[in-house]
Structure formats: structure tokens, C-alpha cells
């Protein structure tokens, strides 16, 4: 069974850093890219950063661009994100989430299969 | 960037109703649209792909259409446990795969 576990989140001052965590298991993670989505609380979801299978290519939004670094240790089954310089509007509840690449009607289409369950970073003084 | 809207961002059903979410692309996008359902605090949960592949394991009620800037996701019958917020989500522009505003389905 595909399980991902965030961790790592928790009330932070502004300007402060946390470091969240996602466990991957049940699936051959080292074969998949991953993402980081967010939620601020009551709002829509937005994409936060991608790092493909063998960290070859990582691209964040702008939103967050030079602040976060996403990570990925495939030994350990395990995706990171180093959240530096938080602001208010980074408080939202942070979910990982596998990509999944598959051919549909002769094309490669992508979609976020299995997510995790979300961890909440708040950002307040 | 894409930009992705929502038509309606609410709307209210009873059970058995046809229900049928609008989402509209800046730009086309082919058929990389993929939709999404949420319940409250819970995470998002996939049942559509390339604009109208069902997800394994989702009813065949679900069902999605359209392609270029214009998609839909129609429910056929509503049921109690379809109340929840749908949201969809370009994959056009990878890896940057934006989301819509989400519509909320609620209970009449």
C-alpha cells in the first residue's frame, strides 16, 4: 500500500525556518518525481516545488522561489522541504504528493496519484 | 502562467441531482486537466486525469470532459458522500501545475 507521511511541521516565528519531512513506502520511490502542495487554511490548494526522481530537476514557485529547497534522500525513502525566511502567508497545511507519468491516447500525461495527510506549519509572532 | 477558473464556486444539490463543475483554462492546454476531490481535512484525492480517464476505484458517476480551455466534471446522480470541494488542476505547463479556485458542493 502507498503511504506518504509528512512531518516536521509546528507554530514558527516569522523569519524563522522549519524543515518538513515526507516518508514515502509502499511503492519504489527513487522511480517518481514529487511535489510539495500547500493549503492556507480555508483557501484552495497551490503548488509549492517538484524534484524529479533523481534530483536532476527542481523548480519552485514564485511565491517561494529562494526561501524553500527541496530535497530528496531515495536511500531513505524520504523527500524534505527547508523552509528559510517564513512569512505569515506561509502558514498553511503542507502536503507531499507523487507524480505519476503514463501514456493516454498516445500522449504522457501527468497527474498527483497519492498524497500524504498533511502538516501544518503556522507562522505567527 | 495558466490560470485556471472555476464555475460555480459554490453550489448547492440534493441527493440524486446531476451536478456538473465548470473549469476554464487562459490558455489551451490540450487535455492535461485533472480533478480533484477534497473533504474537510483530509487530503485531495484524484478522480480524473487527462481530462476524462476515471481514476481506478472511482465511480463511473464521475465523469470528465472537454479539451483546450474548456473542461467539465459532471457527477450523474449525487450522493451524500459527494459533498465535498472539487478542484481542478492544470498539468500543461509541467512541472508548474496549478489549481483551480475549487467549487464547494454543498447540501440543499
Known amino acids: 500500500e502507498v503511504q506518504l507521511v509528512e512531518s516536521g511541521g509546528g507554530l514558527v516565528k516569522p523569519g524563522g525556518s522549519l524543515r518538513l519531512s515526507c516518508a514515502a513506502s509502499?511503492?519504489?520511490?527513487?522511480?517518481?518525481?514529487m511535489n510539495w502542495v500547500r493549503q492556507a487554511p480555508g483557501k484552495g490548494l497551490e503548488w509549492v516545488s517538484s524534484?524529479?526522481?533523481?534530483?536532476?530537476?527542481?523548480y519552485y514557485a514564485d511565491s517561494v522561489k529562494g526561501r524553500f529547497t527541496i530535497s530528496r534522500d531515495n536511500a531513505k525513502n524520504s523527500l524534505y522541504l527547508q523552509m528559510n525566511s517564513l512569512r505569515a502567508e506561509d502558514t498553511a497545511v503542507y502536503y507531499c504528493?507523487?507524480?505519476?507519468?503514463?501514456?493516454?491516447?498516445?500522449?504522457?500525461?501527468?497527474?498527483?496519484?497519492?498524497w500524504g495527510q498533511g502538516t501544518l506549519v503556522t507562522v505567527s509572532s | 502562467d495558466i490560470q485556471l477558473t472555476q464555475s460555480p464556486s459554490f453550489l448547492s444539490a440534493s441527493v440524486g441531482d446531476r451536478v456538473t463543475i465548470t473549469c476554464r483554462a487562459s490558455?489551451?492546454?490540450?487535455?492535461?486537466l485533472a480533478w480533484y476531490q477534497q473533504k474537510p481535512g483530509k487530503a485531495p484525492k484524484l478522480l480524473i486525469y487527462?481530462?476524462?480517464t476515471l481514476q481506478s476505484g472511482v465511480p463511473s458517476r464521475f465523469s470528465g470532459s472537454g479539451s483546450g480551455t474548456e473542461f467539465t466534471l459532471t457527477i450523474s446522480s449525487l450522493q451524500p458522500e459527494d459533498f465535498a470541494t472539487y478542484y481542478c488542476?492544470?498539468?500543461?505547463?509541467?512541472?508548474?501545475?496549478?489549481f483551480g479556485p475549487g467549487t464547494k458542493v454543498d447540501i440543499k
Open positions: 504528493a507523487r507524480v505519476v507519468a503514463t501514456m493516454v491516447r498516445g500522449v504522457i500525461n501527468y497527474y498527483f496519484d497519492y
Open positions: 509502499g511503492f519504489t520511490f527513487s522511480s517518481y518525481s
Open positions: 524534484i524529479s526522481s533523481s534530483s536532476s530537476y527542481i
Open positions: 490558455q489551451g492546454i490540450s487535455s492535461y
Open positions: 487527462a481530462a476524462s
Open positions: 488542476q492544470q498539468l500543461n505547463s509541467y512541472p508548474r501545475f496549478t
